[in-house]
């Protein structure tokens, strides 16, 4: 229908995975295994045709990072998005391609939904990052944690 647009959106698709891996760079300059990490989930997101393959690979490596998990604060919209995404996937692809009862627009849905989710993870993760970098440069504001008792800064 568009094609004389393909040659024009794939530049756009893969100009983005440039444009973004200069700033990461600098920005993560002191953290090299992060700032791969966080390149290859732009580049999962990037894509034109999103894959669980590739979320898996990037989320795979996200424990390495462990220390972050105190500090992200968008972790259960994270998670449901991609459950939803991944129950959904293989539904609407049935009803869309087999059936026949549903539309493309709802297949097209529920991409925007696990791209969405992708973002949402990526922001988080570097939001926590500096977070963290803050705390370890700057100290904790709170002397106590949670139970009361007096708060402690373990560097892993």
């Not at 925007?112 to 926590?128: K, N, Y």
Request: aromatic letters at 18%.
């Amino acid at each position: 229908m568009f094609e004389q647009f393909r040659t024009f959106f794939t530049w756009i698709f893969f100009l983005n995975i440039c444009i973004y891996s200069v700033p990461v760079s600098i920005k993560l300059r002191h953290d090299p295994p992060f700032a791969i990490f966080t390149l290859l989930s732009l580049i999962t997101i990037f894509k034109p045709y999103p894959s669980y393959g590739d979320v898996g690979f990037y989320l795979s490596l996200f424990p390495i990072w462990k220390r972050l998990y105190p500090h992200m604060r968008q972790s259960l919209v994270v998670v449901v998005m991609l459950l939803v995404a991944a129950v959904l996937f293989p539904i609407l692809w049935k009803l869309w391609i087999e059936v026949g009862s549903a539309n493309a627009n709802f297949f097209y849905a529920i991409t925007l939904v696990f791209v969405a989710s992708q973002v949402f993870f990526v922001t988080d993760i570097m939001l926590a990052h500096e977070k963290r970098e803050w705390h370890l440069m700057n100290g904790m504001k709170s002397d106590v944690d949670a139970n009361g008792k007096a708060a402690e800064l373990l560097l892993d």
